[in-house]
C-alpha cells in the first residue's frame, strides 16, 4: 500500500492519522510527524510509547529522509521512496512485514542482503563488544571440555544477541559433514524433532566454503539463499552465520537467527560474532593441542609405571622363585631345617606382594572414606603386633609411648591401617640388625582438636637429594626393594582425612622422623560426611613434639 505526499501538508502517522492510517496496536494514536521542508521531507517522534526508528537508528530528534529509508512504527515498516517523474510527489509505502521484498523503491540494490542498520552509540556498542570478548576469552581459557566449552559460548551468544534459535556445527573430520553440537532455542517450540535441526543448508554451505560471516536482515528475499533452499519453510527473516576458524582450519558454524519481522540483526553484530567464532576455533585448536599433550603425557606416565611395577613384581617374583625352590628341594630330601629356612623367604615376599597389591589399589582408585570413631592407640598397637615377627627376626627394638589423654579419633580404620604399616615397614626396614629402633610417639592436642603421631627411627636416614621427591608415586631410595608407592598412599590417606605427614628435618641425630597430624572434629560426624578437612598448611602438634 502507498501513501501519497502532498507537497506542503505535514502527515501524521498513528492511528488517529486520516491520511496514513494503521491499525497496529504497537503504534501510537499520535506517533510520528512527517514535515516538508524547501522539496525535502523530515520525521520526527511525537513521544509515541515504542519510538520511531530510521534504519534502526532511534529517532531522538528531528531528522531529514533520503529515498530508500526504513521508518519503524512498533511493528510497522514504511519506505520512504521518490517517484521517478519529478512532477509527481514523493510517497511512503507500508509494507507488510511478512513479505519485505529487498528491492524497494529507490537506492536499496537489489543483490544487497538488505539495508545494514546503523548502531545508535559506536562508544556504547565499542564497549559493549569488548565485555563480550573480555567474557568469551575468559570462559575460554577456563573451559576444556568440547560441549562445555561450546555451551556456555551459546549462554553468551544468547545473552547478548538475544536470537530466536542458535546453532553450532562443527565438521565432521573424516567425513567433512557439519553435525550439531549445540542447538539453543529462545522459545522451545511444542514440536521439536531432536533427530532432525532445521538448519539452512545454502546458509551453512556459503559460510564453509567462503570462510566469511553472512548477515542477512531479510533472509527470505536474500537472493543468494532464493534457489532450492528451504529457508521460507523456516521463516528466517534475519540470520547471522560465521565460521568457527582459526587462520589455516575451519571447524564449523556458528549461526543465529530470529523469525521476527521487525527484528533485524546489525552489521557491528555481525563483526562481533565473527569475532566470537575466532574466539571459539582458537579455544577448540587449544582443547585439542591440550588433550594431544595429555594424551602423550598419560602415556608416559603409564609406561613409567607399568615399567616400575614390573621392575617391582619382578624383583618379588624372584624371591618368591628362590624360596619356593628351597621348599621343593626341602620336600625331596624330607629335611624340615631346609624348609624352615626356605618358607621365611617366601613369606617375607607374599608380605611384599599383597603391600604392594594394596597400594596399587589405593593409590589408583577414589574411594569415600569410611569415618567412624577409632582408638588410635589400639590401632598402631595392632599395626605393631604384625610387624613384630619383622623386628624380631632383625633383633630391633618397637618402642611405644602413647599418650593418656588421646581420646576416639574420627578415621577410616582401614585406610589408616595401611598408612601407619607403610611408614612402619620403612622404617624397620632402615634400621639396622641387632641395634635398630623405632619409637612411635602420639600427642593430643585440644585447641584446635589434633591427633599427633611421630614415627622415629636410627636408620641411615634420607639423603637430600631424595627429601623433594620423597612422596611421588614411584620414586625409592631403597633400589631394588622399593616400589616407590608406600608414602605416596599414606600421604594421599593422611590429606584425605584433613590432615598432613611430614618429613621432619629439624633435629641433629641421624635417622628419620614422619610426624603425621590429623584434626579431631568431632560434629562432623554427624552430619555424614565421609570426608574431614583440606590438608593443613602446618602442623599445630609441632612444638608438642619438640
Request: aromatic letters at 4%; proline letters at 6%.
Amino acid at each position: 500500500m502507498k501513501f501519497e505526499l502532498p507537497s506542503h501538508e505535514p502527515q501524521l502517522i498513528g492511528r488517529s492519522s486520516e491520511a496514513l492510517p494503521i491499525s497496529d496496536t504497537t503504534v501510537s494514536r499520535r506517533h510520528a510527524e512527517l514535515t516538508p521542508d524547501d522539496g525535502r521531507w523530515h520525521l520526527r517522534d511525537l513521544e509515541s510509547a515504542n519510538g520511531t526508528f530510521v534504519n534502526g537508528q532511534r529517532l531522538s530528534g528531528r531528522v531529514q529522509l533520503s529515498p530508500g529509508d526504513q521508518i519503524r512504527c512498533g511493528s510497522t515498516l514504511l519506505v520512504f521512496a521518490l517517484k521517478e517523474d519529478p512532477r509527481k510527489s514523493q510517497h511512503v509505502q507500508l509494507v507488510d512485514p511478512e513479505a519485505f521484498d529487498v528491492t524497494v523503491e529507490g537506492r536499496i540494490d537489489p543483490n544487497e542482503e538488505s539495508m545494514v542498520l546503523a548502531s545508535p552509540d559506536p562508544l556504547v556498542a565499542a564497549s559493549n563488544h569488548l565485555r563480550v570478548i573480555y567474557e568469551l576469552t575468559a570462559l575460554t581459557a577456563a573451559a576444556f571440555d568440547r560441549d562445555e566449552l561450546l555451551g556456555k559460548v551459546m549462554d553468551l551468544v544468547f545473552g547478548e544477541f538475544q536470537p530466536d534459535r542458535g546453532f553450532i556445527l562443527l565438521q565432521d573430520s573424516a567425513t567433512g559433514r557439519p553435525e550439531p553440537v549445540v542447538v539453543r532455542y529462545k522459545v522451545k517450540p511444542k514440536t521439536v524433532d531432536e533427530g532432525r535441526i532445521p538448519v539452512s543448508r545454502t546458509i551453512v554451505q556459503h559460510t564453509l566454503e567462503q570462510g566469511t560471516g553472512i548477515l542477512s536482515t531479510n533472509a527470505m528475499n536474500d537472493t543468494r539463499f532464493r534457489s532450492g533452499d528451504s529457508v521460507q519453510d523456516y521463516g528466517i527473516r534475519s540470520a547471522i552465520c560465521v565460521p568457527i576458524r582459526t587462520a589455516d582450519r575451519i571447524f564449523g558454524v556458528l549461526h543465529i537467527d530470529s523469525s521476527l519481522a521487525n527484528f533485524t540483526f546489525t552489521e557491528p553484530q555481525l563483526q562481533l560474532l565473527n569475532a566470537v567464532g575466532r574466539h571459539t576455533g582458537l579455544a577448540l585448536l587449544s582443547s585439542e593441542l591440550i588433550a594431544e599433550k595429555m594424551q602423550s603425557e598419560r602415556l608416559a606416565a603409564m609406561g613409567e609405571t607399568v615399567a616400575s611395577l614390573s621392575h617391582s613384581i619382578k624383583n618379588i617374583l624372584q624371591g618368591l622363585r628362590g624360596g619356593a625352590d628351597a621348599v621343593e628341594l626341602a620336600l625331596k630330601r624330607g629335611d624340615l631345617k631346609l624348609a624352615g629356612e626356605g618358607w621365611p623367604i617366601l613369606s617375607r615376599n607374599l608380605d611384599r606382594i599383597f603391600a604392594l597389591t594394596l597400594n596399587m589399589l589405593a593409590y589408583s582408585k577414589q574411594r569415600s572414606l569410611d569415618i567412624e570413631l577409632t582408638s588410635v592407640h589400639a590401632l598402631i598397637e595392632e599395626v605393631a603386633q604384625l610387624l613384630q615377627p619383622q623386628c624380631d627376626r632383625k633383633e630391633i627394638g618397637l618402642i611405644l609411648d602413647l599418650a593418656d589423654d588421646m581420646p576416639p579419633i574420627p578415621l577410616d580404620t582401614s585406610a589408616m591401617h595401611q598408612a601407619l604399616m607403610n611408614v612402619l615397614t620403612n622404617a624397620i626396614e632402615a634400621v639396622p640388625p641387632r641395634k635398630g629402633v623405632v619409637a612411635v610417639t602420639t600427642r593430643f592436642q585440644t585447641r584446635p582438636a589434633m591427633a599427633g603421631i611421630r614415627i622415629t627411627d636410627n636408620g641411615p636416614g634420607i639423603a637430600p637429594q631424595w627429601r623433594e621427591r620423597l612422596f611421588q608415586p614411584f620414586s625409592s631410595s631403597k633400589g631394588q626393594r622399593g616400589t616407590g608407592l608406600g608414602l605416596a598412599v599414606t600421604r594421599k590417606i593422611v590429606e584425605e582425612h584433613g590432615g598432613r605427614i611430614k618429613l621432619d628435618c629439624s633435629g641433629d641425630t641421624a635417622g628419620t622422623t614422619f610426624v603425621i597430624t590429623i584434626p579431631s572434629d568431632h560434629h562432623r560426624l554427624s552430619s555424614g560426611e565421609t570426608k574431614l578437612p583440606q590438608p593443613m598448611s602446618r602442623d599445630p602438634l609441632d612444638d608438642e613434639f619438640k
